[in-house]
């Protein structure tokens, strides 16, 4: 495995398990075995291997929460909807740290315009998507406005449930709660 190989794996692994802010040149040399050096020839700096890593997880973030959505036509009621929410709720238990990745790049695109301009592709989509899933609006069909309103509620709501799944389980909304909740 070349040194560029073995960084973008430590990165990786860094941005998993301690996270962005935490993911210092010391722990990428430590969990790749290249120098120091190199991750400046290979990438011109850590930000930019980081962006590149986050830029990756971001992307499988998004594949594995829209495998969980899955393909839904039309709109979905009762047992339905909280099938959806189930596996939600299952991926982001089954997929804890890329949550974390991803709740902490909203962080770090305050100050970095890359990182910023790739949630804001990664937002749209998802809304689209939810917006599909939750009430069955196409968006090459549908009114463009109500798409995006759908999409951006179901998209806070997922947000939100996410968040309460991984930072306190015990106490987060079942997919019960959420199909009753949303459909009152």
Excluded at 87 to 95: D, L
Aim: glycine fraction near 8%.
């Amino acid at each position: 495995m070349s040194n560029r190989d073995k960084l973008l794996s430590a990165a990786r692994e860094c941005l998993l398990t301690i996270g962005y802010a935490n993911t210092t040149v010391r722990e990428l040399v430590r969990a790749s075995g290249a120098n120091q050096a190199s991750i400046n020839y290979h990438f011109g700096s850590k930000e930019q291997l980081l962006t590149l890593t986050l830029r990756e997880l971001n992307r499988e973030w998004g594949e594995v929460l829209f495998a969980a959505i899955g393909d839904q036509e039309g709109t979905v009621t009762g047992a339905e909807r909280e099938a959806l929410w189930a596996r939600i709720i299952e991926s982001v238990q089954a997929n804890r740290a890329l949550w974390f990745v991803n709740f902490e790049s909203v962080a770090v695109a305050r100050t970095d315009g890359e990182i910023r301009a790739m949630i804001t592709e990664g937002l749209r989509m998802s809304r689209l998507s939810l917006a599909r899933a939750f009430t069955g609006l196409d968006p090459d069909r549908d009114d463009p406005d109500r798409v995006r309103a759908a999409g951006s509620h179901y998209y806070a709501l997922l947000v939100g449930v996410a968040a309460q799944w991984i930072a306190d389980p015990e106490s987060a909304p079942s997919a019960a709660d959420l199909a009753a909740a949303d459909g009152a």
